[in-house]
C-alpha cells in the first residue's frame, strides 16, 4: 500500500513540476479587417470593402493571399517564415507575388485584443536606412 501511495505522489508531483507549453498566438487563420499602409508621399492605400486578404500561420511558416472579391482577380500572395516574440513579428518572405521582395524580412509591433491582432509599424525592410511605410493592419481570427 505504501508503494502505491508513494507512485501516485510521485506522479502527482512529476504532473504538478511540468510547464504546460504556452500557445502561440499568431498560430491560426486570420482574415484582414482593415488596413491602412501610408507611403513616404503621404498615399495611403486602406483596404476596400472589395478586397479579401487571409493568411495562415502555422509551425514555422506562414501563407497569404489577397484577392478582388468584385473580379476574382488575385492581388498578391507569397509565403515564407515568421518568428514571434512578446509584442514582435517577423515574417522572412520566401516566395511571394512581388518577386523583388523574395528574401526580405519585415518586423512588426503586434497586439492582441480578444481575437484580433493588431499589427503596427513603420515598415522598414532590412538594409534600408528610412522605413518604406507606416503600417496599420487589424486581423480577425477565423479559425
Not at 502505491?4 to 504556452?22: D, P, Q, R, V
Amino acid at each position: 500500500m505504501k508503494k502505491t501511495y508513494y507512485f501516485l505522489l510521485a506522479i502527482l508531483l512529476l504532473l504538478l513540476s511540468c510547464e504546460t507549453e504556452k500557445k502561440n498566438p499568431v498560430e491560426g487563420t486570420w482574415e484582414l479587417i482593415s488596413a491602412n499602409w501610408i507611403f513616404a508621399d503621404t498615399t495611403q492605400f486602406p483596404n476596400s470593402e472589395y478586397d479579401r486578404e487571409v493568411k495562415i500561420i502555422g509551425g514555422k511558416h506562414f501563407l497569404f493571399i489577397r484577392q478582388d472579391t468584385t473580379k476574382n482577380d488575385l492581388f498578391f500572395s507569397g509565403g515564407g517564415t515568421y518568428s514571434f516574440d512578446e509584442n514582435k513579428y517577423s515574417e522572412t518572405l520566401e516566395f511571394t507575388s512581388w518577386v523583388g521582395d523574395i528574401g526580405s524580412t519585415v518586423t512588426y509591433e503586434c497586439q492582441f485584443e480578444g481575437d484580433m491582432w493588431i499589427v503596427t509599424g513603420p515598415i522598414k525592410m532590412e538594409g534600408e536606412e528610412r522605413p518604406l511605410w507606416q503600417l496599420h493592419e487589424e486581423w480577425k481570427r477565423i479559425e
